[in-house]
C-alpha cells in the first residue's frame, strides 16, 4: 500500500482487514492442500498438494497462471517422496562435516512435535459458519466490533 505514489494514508483499520483476509486465505488453500494430501495417503503437504487445491478450486483460479504446470501434472503422485520431476530433492541437508547454518539443528524438528496434530474433521466448518453468519465483519469474539463505525 505504502509503495504506491497515489496512496497519501492508510486508515488503522485497513493492515488489520488485510491480515485477516489474509488468514483466511491461507487457511483455505491449507485446508484444501490437505485434503489432497490425505487422498494419496501422505502426512505431509507438497507443493503439489498447494498445486492440485489450486486448480480444483475456482476461487484460486486466479493463481493458476503462478503455479508452473509440472506441478499440476504432478498430481498423479509419481516419482518418490520428497523428489520433484527432476529427481532433486525439495531440500538439502549439509554434507558430513560441514556445520549447519546458525538456528538449525539436524536431526530435531524445529517445532515441538505435539503441535502437528491433525485438526479434527469438522475444524473447517466452523471457520465457514462462522464467517456466514458474519461474526468476522462484526469483529466476532475477538472484541474488536465493527471496524467501519456502523451497527
Same mark, same amino acid.
Given at each position: 500500500m505504502k509503495a504506491d505514489e497515489d496512496v497519501r494514508m492508510i486508515s488503522a483499520e !485497513?493492515?488489520?482487514?488485510f491480515?485477516? !483476509?489474509c488468514e483466511l486465505f491461507i487457511l483455505e488453500l491449507t485446508i484444501r492442500s490437505w485434503l489432497h494430501a490425505e487422498e494419496n495417503k501422505r502426512r505431509t503437504l507438497q507443493k503439489n498438494d498447494i498445486a492440485a487445491a489450486i486448480t480444483r478450486t475456482d476461487i484460486f483460479d486466479f493463481l493458476v497462471d503462478i503455479v508452473p504446470r509440472d506441478e499440476i501434472r504432478d498430481e498423479a503422485g509419481l516419482g518418490m517422496v520428497g523428489s520433484t520431476a527432476s529427481g532433486l530433492p525439495y531440500y538439502y541437508s549439509p554434507m558430513m562435516g560441514q556445520p549447519a547454518p546458525p538456528g538449525v539443528m539436524i536431526g530435531r524438528p524445529s517445532v515441538d512435535p505435539g503441535l502437528y496434530v491433525q485438526p479434527p474433521?469438522? !475444524? *473447517?466448518?466452523?471457520? *465457514?459458519q462462522t464467517a @456466514? @453468519?458474519?461474526s468476522y465483519g462484526s469483529g466476532g469474539s475477538s472484541g474488536q466490533g465493527n471496524l467501519d463505525g456502523q451497527s
Open positions: !485497513a493492515p488489520i482487514l491480515a485477516k !483476509a474433521s469438522q !475444524a *473447517w466448518q466452523s471457520v *465457514w @456466514d @453468519d458474519g
